[in-house]
């Protein structure tokens, strides 16, 4: 079923730029891509069945270097009708029988195609991470965080006509298990704040060294803030500034800040549930319900978990969903 999907997956984008650009030239571009096999009509017939995921991201990249950023939304356009599509990185081979772990995914968006694809290059030099897509817009990183789920987004921070806290939100809406990370030549403190609050998990200036990087992107994974100690005592001067709702003044309107996903974490709270208890009825990971149990305090101007419970009784909020549970 999985080959099907992705056979489908592949074809559909070499015949997208097939009537786009004839045969001949749509064909010599696949051709490229390490062990995918087209046939003269544009049809893929075989590929790198023990990585297709990777076949996929290469083929994009193929036409990337051709026809430019355009290439990632055709190919989204080319696959729409096709999904959702199966696009999960495989398992890489269990060696001196060690139980095997999954790689590290991530999307890189970033609108300079020379410092995307160098970026790109150095993870990729990291055997625990795997570049699953590469965009230059914001709407390319919605839609391509809701399509591949990747564990990291490494979001360039000064996109044209974007804002942080904006873009944090759209993303987190599509796949709230995206830790992002920001990347830019320089923070705006207040703009960085805004985007924290929204959801965002660090930080980083793009002459970062390799190793901070690295290291920043699998801290990341393990619920670790991706930010250096001086942008941290930034961020808790501007924290710190920021007025504090009383108690008195804190209303439902409060709550509309709130994801769908954030106000089933807020009920959680309410009943007393922990952290491995809200996951495991969410069918999400531990460091997922940090992250929002984090957001929901931040946007509510709440202190701790025990004042959730006094919040949701002041305002009315009603801690257990109206539908019944299974008992299991």
């Not at 790109?120 to 230059?136: E, H, R, T």
């Not at 801290?219 to 100690?229: D, F, H």
């Not at 549930?273 to 709440?302: C, F, G, P, Q």
Request: aromatic share 6%.
């Amino acid at each position: 079923m999985e080959d099907v999907a992705y056979s489908k997956v592949l074809t559909a984008i070499v015949q997208r730029f097939v009537r786009l650009v004839g045969v001949p030239a749509a064909l010599n571009i696949a051709r490229r891509v390490p062990n995918l096999k087209v046939d003269s009509d544009g049809n893929v017939v075989d590929y790198d069945r023990a990585n297709p995921l990777a076949t996929v991201v290469l083929l994009i990249d193929q036409y990337g270097t051709v026809f430019g950023d355009v290439a990632d939304t055709l190919a989204q356009q080319a696959t729409q009708s096709l999904r959702p599509l199966p696009l999960r990185a495989p398992l890489p081979p269990k060696t001196d029988g060690a139980a095997s772990s999954r790689p590290i995914t991530l999307l890189i968006v970033d609108d300079h195609i020379l410092f995307r694809e160098g970026l790109a290059s150095l993870l990729s030099s990291q055997p625990d991470f795997q570049i699953v897509g590469q965009s230059a817009t914001l709407e390319d990183a919605v839609s391509l965080s809701c399509a591949l789920r990747p564990n990291v987004l490494l979001l360039d921070f000064d996109l044209p006509a974007d804002d942080g806290a904006d873009a944090t939100r759209a993303i987190l809406d599509e796949s709230p298990e995206t830790q992002i990370v920001f990347l830019g030549v320089h923070e705006d403190t207040n703009r960085l704040f805004q985007a924290i609050q929204a959801g965002a998990v660090g930080f980083l200036y793009k002459t970062v060294r390799s190793a901070e990087l690295f290291g920043t992107v699998r801290g990341v994974t393990r619920g670790e803030a991706g930010i250096s100690r001086t942008i941290a005592r930034r961020l808790l001067q501007e924290f710190s500034q920021s007025p504090v709702l009383a108690y008195d003044n804190l209303t439902s309107d409060d709550s509309k800040q709130l994801t769908a996903r954030e106000i089933e974490i807020l009920r959680e709270l309410a009943r007393g549930a922990s952290n491995r208890e809200i996951a495991k009825r969410l069918v999400i990971s531990e460091n997922t319900v940090k992250n929002h149990v984090r957001n929901v305090l931040v946007k509510l101007h709440l202190h701790s978990r025990r004042d959730v419970a006094g919040y949701v009784r002041r305002n009315g909020i009603q801690p257990w969903r109206s539908s019944k549970r299974s008992a299991n």
